[in-house]
């Protein structure tokens, strides 16, 4: 993704001309580490480290994996539900009590948690400002239908919507719905499908764009 | 040893607050990326405290806010990341601009 396109340009300098300051930048942060690198100030093995670090620990990875795993294993499925701290240590993350609670035909759940902001991290990295907010935090229990409307969730009348109040001692995933059509999907382009609004219940996981609807 | 990312990088609040997506961190061209490490990592070796850079970063965008100025979330970092180093004294702005223009000219091409 660059930058917005400007409209005064020759049409043949279009491309050039937005992508040249970020190739400015791109010089003069990399003059930069290589003066701070030379300095000893920096290790770029330890650069490289931080930022896969923060890419990774800070998103839902793990979450997705555990959700994918679930999909295409349904024996890992059960155990997950059974215990989800014992299943989540199976594929190497823990620290922390957990139960999963899984979508179904006519059942949807959500995460919140009313006293503060009580949240999977290890899973689903760091939550987001809205599930901190007292109006997210208030209204998920009042009005879970309208909530989820809001996030663009439009469930049937007839489907039940059990709320789960995460707190310090124990926190809740969301296990969705399959999307259809990724039946020739593997467990790793599973695990892209899923989001980490999904996995606390206030978005559903989409087919891929290709996949027939 | 994998470096835990700390919540007080993580957590910035305001107009310092990380640009996110999906939760995830969203870095649009490899350089952002560079800087937010090289940055961190900086703070980890105790070349200076996490809140003196962040009080920075602030400080620069308001500063391009109220200049009017289109540039991005990272380039101010970038600035800010700057400005702090040449207050401690880690860097000279001659050095960086001649180092800057040996990149530009192709006479360096590697960081080391």
């Given at each position: 993704?660059?930058?917005?396109?400007?409209?005064?340009?020759?049409?043949?300098?279009?491309?050039?001309?937005?992508?040249?300051?970020?190739?400015?930048?791109?010089?003069?942060?990399?003059?930069?580490?290589?003066?701070?690198?030379?300095?000893?100030?920096?290790?770029?093995?330890?650069?490289?480290?931080?930022?896969?670090?923060?890419?990774?620990?800070?998103?839902?990875?793990?979450?997705?994996?555990?959700?994918?795993?679930?999909?295409?294993?349904?024996?890992?499925?059960?155990?997950?539900?059974?215990?989800?701290?014992?299943?989540?240590?199976?594929?190497?993350?823990?620290?922390?009590?957990?139960?999963?609670v899984a979508n179904?035909?006519?059942?949807?759940?959500?995460?919140?948690?009313?006293?503060?902001?009580?949240?999977?991290?290890?899973?689903?990295?760091?939550?987001?400002?809205?599930?901190?907010?007292?109006?997210?935090?208030?209204?998920?229990?009042?009005?879970?239908?309208?909530?989820?409307?809001?996030?663009?969730?439009?469930?049937?009348?007839?489907?039940?919507?059990?709320?789960?109040?995460?707190?310090?001692?124990?926190?809740?995933?969301?296990?969705?719905?399959?999307?259809?059509?990724?039946?020739?999907?593997?467990?790793?382009?599973?695990?892209?499908?899923?989001?980490?609004?999904?996995?606390?219940?206030?978005?559903?996981?989409?087919?891929?764009?290709?996949?027939?609807? | 040893?994998?470096?835990?990312?700390?919540?007080?990088?993580?957590?910035?609040?305001?107009?310092?607050?990380?640009p996110r997506k999906?939760?995830?961190?969203?870095?649009?061209?490899?350089?952002?990326?560079?800087?937010?490490?090289?940055?961190?990592?900086?703070?980890?070796?105790?070349?200076?405290?996490?809140?003196?850079?962040?009080?920075?970063?602030?400080?620069?965008?308001?500063?391009?806010?109220?200049?009017?100025?289109?540039?991005?979330?990272?380039?101010?970092?970038?600035?800010?990341?700057?400005?702090?180093?040449?207050?401690?004294?880690?860097?000279?702005?001659?050095?960086?601009?001649?180092?800057?223009?040996?990149?530009?000219?192709?006479?360096?091409?590697?960081?080391?």
């Amino acid at each position: 993704m660059s930058g917005t396109h400007n409209d005064h340009g020759h049409p043949h300098e279009h491309g050039h001309h937005h992508r040249e300051p970020e190739s400015t930048l791109s010089l003069r942060v990399r003059a930069l580490e290589s003066l701070l690198v030379e300095k000893k100030l920096v290790a770029s093995d330890a650069v490289d480290r931080i930022v896969s670090a923060y890419e990774q620990d800070i998103g839902p990875h793990n979450g997705a994996k555990v959700v994918a795993r679930a999909w295409v294993d349904p024996r890992y499925r059960e155990r997950l539900l059974a215990d989800g701290s014992a299943a989540i240590e199976e594929l190497g993350f823990g620290g922390v009590d957990l139960q999963v609670v899984a979508n179904a035909p006519g059942v949807h759940n959500l995460v919140v948690c009313t006293l503060c902001s009580c949240y999977p991290h290890a899973l689903i990295g760091l939550p987001p400002v809205w599930y901190k907010s007292f109006e997210y935090r208030s209204r998920a229990v009042r009005e879970p239908r309208v909530v989820l409307r809001e996030f663009g969730v439009d469930l049937p009348e007839t489907t039940e919507i059990r709320i789960w109040d995460s707190s310090a001692e124990l926190r809740y995933l969301v296990l969705p719905e399959r999307p259809t059509g990724t039946e020739q999907l593997g467990e790793a382009e599973l695990a892209k499908l899923v989001t980490r609004d999904a996995m606390i219940g206030v978005a559903l996981v989409k087919p891929p764009a290709s996949a027939p609807r | 040893m994998e470096p835990v990312p700390s919540r007080e990088i993580a957590d910035m609040a305001g107009a310092a607050a990380l640009p996110r997506k999906n939760g995830e961190l969203v870095f649009d061209e490899a350089w952002q990326g560079r800087i937010f490490g090289m940055t961190v990592a900086m703070s980890h070796e105790a070349s200076f405290e996490w809140r003196e850079f962040q009080a920075q970063l602030i400080a620069e965008i308001a500063h391009a806010e109220r200049e009017g100025e289109s540039t991005s979330y990272y380039e101010r970092w970038l600035h800010a990341f700057e400005r702090l180093l040449a207050d401690k004294g880690l860097l000279d702005a001659g050095a960086l601009a001649e180092r800057t223009r040996d990149f530009e000219s192709g006479r360096r091409d590697d960081v080391f």
